[in-house]
């Protein structure tokens, strides 16, 4: 079968790999019809998140048809169409039973110690080959899929395995409650969703922060105020649009391959600290990034938005980090949060745990997840994919990778989504007419 092979830093290509077999009773072959890239992907891509074994099939988004089950998987036959869950859990251990699925004491080979078990990672997650393939097995089947009503399509159902999920559980580490003013930090396709979900929980007020127009843009249709930070001092527009307080809940939604302001303002001060970014830079890659020119190029300021973050929330006021930080990276303004109570959440999503709940919504029309959806791409074409979306191209927010038997669907809708978006991307997914804050204010019933 075809798939997404990572074989270094820098280094992906599409490979002929044998296909999946059932090794445990609880497994299940999942024929994939969509998967997805994520900025995940593109970390360990950039060698910022280290660890990844050559010859491991890269992706951790996945919809498909379940081709075949082991013995011990009893909820689920050939045919059901289901969403793969990023991480993986077992359904029987106590922490999967209190709902951290992402910290399951069972999925992970390496033991409970060892931290989150997900498709498509590197070494000390399993790994498990990921989802940008053909076909995959899916362990724990029984517990991890999850059935897709037919009122759900592929389009959707791949935002909800993981950024949607993953921006939800991110707005509850941020303890979002009814009136509150929200920060996002990055309108990737993960602070998109965290925008809408902010919203959703109770926010009145969400403001916005990157240096990307064109995802500003999609920011300000869901609703929420928003700051380039290559035009102004995030710090000062944050004062001055919360009357000096401050916003009382943030997000990040950037991770390690923040970049600094190259203009504007903020750039000078940014600019003082390169030499402080450039050693966390080391510390994170261990020296082993590899950039070809502007591709494949880490952020050159990992801890900036932790800074800005503690720098802005009000005194007293939560941080809920989901932007993904691997081990190697240690530095976080500690001293300063805890001068201000600050209250810090964080971890990698509990995915299973979110993912009905989600399901359930978009099944009732509360909200259209494809809001965010920028490019559709052909599973053969994942890898000029992965270059425009590692370069920040407009256009490129989100990517769906859509199978070889979709791609008759995909040819005929292609045309008039490209042209409804200007040419920008690839086959551009537009957000229906109204879904965005409408969806928002819906999803709160």
Request: charged residues 20%.
């Amino acid at each position: 079968m075809k798939a997404v092979v990572f074989h270094g830093i820098g280094d992906i290509r599409i490979d002929d790999v044998a296909e999946p077999k059932i090794k445990d009773p609880h497994d299940a072959i999942v024929r994939l019809t969509s998967s997805a890239i994520c900025g995940t992907d593109l970390h360990f891509v950039r060698g910022t998140f280290p660890g990844m074994l050559p010859g491991t099939v890269l992706g951790h988004e996945g919809v498909g048809i379940v081709e075949e089950v082991g013995k011990g998987v009893r909820n689920l036959r050939p045919g059901d169409r289901v969403v793969i869950p990023s991480t993986i859990a077992c359904g029987s251990c106590s922490y999967c039973r209190s709902g951290y699925t992402a910290q399951c004491d069972t999925a992970n080979p390496h033991g409970n110690t060892a931290g989150t078990a997900f498709f498509g990672g590197p070494e000390p997650s399993g790994p498990f080959d990921g989802l940008q393939a053909e076909y995959a097995r899916v362990p724990f089947a029984n517990v991890g899929l999850v059935k897709l009503p037919h009122e759900v399509t592929d389009d959707q159902a791949i935002l909800l395995s993981d950024i949607y999920p993953t921006a939800w559980f991110g707005a509850l580490l941020a303890e979002v409650k009814p009136g509150d003013t929200v920060a996002v930090f990055g309108c990737g396709p993960v602070g998109l969703f965290a925008v809408l979900s902010a919203f959703q929980q109770g926010a009145i007020r969400v403001i916005a922060v990157d240096g990307h127009e064109d995802r500003l843009e999609k920011a300000r249709q869901l609703g929420a105020e928003t700051v380039n930070f290559n035009k102004e001092d995030p710090l000062e527009a944050m004062l001055e649009l919360t009357g000096g307080i401050g916003p009382n809940r943030a997000i990040d939604a950037v991770g390690v391959d923040a970049e600094r302001p190259k203009e504007g303002p903020a750039k000078a001060k940014a600019d003082q600290m390169a030499e402080q970014f450039q050693q966390e830079v080391q510390a994170v890659t261990q020296g082993q990034a590899q950039p070809q020119g502007q591709q494949w190029k880490p952020g050159d300021a990992p801890s900036i938005v932790a800074q800005w973050a503690v720098q802005t929330i009000a005194k007293a006021g939560t941080l809920g980090i989901i932007g993904v930080y691997p081990p190697t990276a240690t530095s976080f303004p500690l001293g300063q949060a805890m001068n201000k109570n600050l209250t810090i959440n964080m971890g990698n999503c509990n995915h299973r745990t979110y993912i009905p709940e989600l399901v359930d919504k978009v099944r009732g029309g509360h909200v259209d997840p494809t809001a965010v959806l920028s490019t559709i791409e052909r599973f053969t074409d994942a890898i000029e994919a992965y270059k425009q979306f590692d370069l920040r191209k407009p256009g490129w927010i989100k990517v769906e990778l859509k199978a070889e038997s979709a791609n008759a669907n995909l040819s005929q809708a292609a045309g008039a989504l490209r042209a409804a978006d200007g040419g920008q991307g690839g086959a551009a997914a537009q957000p229906s007419a109204q879904p965005d804050h409408a969806s928002a204010e819906q999803g709160k019933a």
